[in-house]
């Protein structure tokens, strides 16, 4: 695939067809790698879950055990008596 360079303010850029967007799933923050090569462009990959350790502390903080109301009510006993 060719595309040509275009002129951005002082810089210069290359318009990504939507099709290669799509595919590659290309959105918000790429990184720019250069390569022997060529250019490499990578999706910044973010860590899964970040910031969930601190939220799971606050929750523990305000109440120390909050699956006790989730489960009020449910029991096995008709598993037990089945099987």
Not at 13 to 37: M, S
Not at 62 to 83: I, K, R, S, V
Request: aromatic share 6%; no cysteine; charged share 25%.
């Amino acid at each position: 695939m060719t595309t040509r360079l275009i002129r951005v303010g002082n810089s210069q850029g290359i318009v990504l067809p939507k099709k290669l967007l799509q595919q590659y799933q290309l959105t918000g923050e790429v990184d720019l790698l250069p390569t022997p090569e060529g250019l490499l462009i990578k999706l910044v990959a973010k860590p899964r879950r970040q910031g969930w350790d601190a939220q799971f502390q606050q929750a523990l903080a305000q109440d120390p055990a909050p699956e006790g109301e989730l489960l009020e009510g449910f029991t096995d006993d008709a598993f037990e008596e089945t099987e």
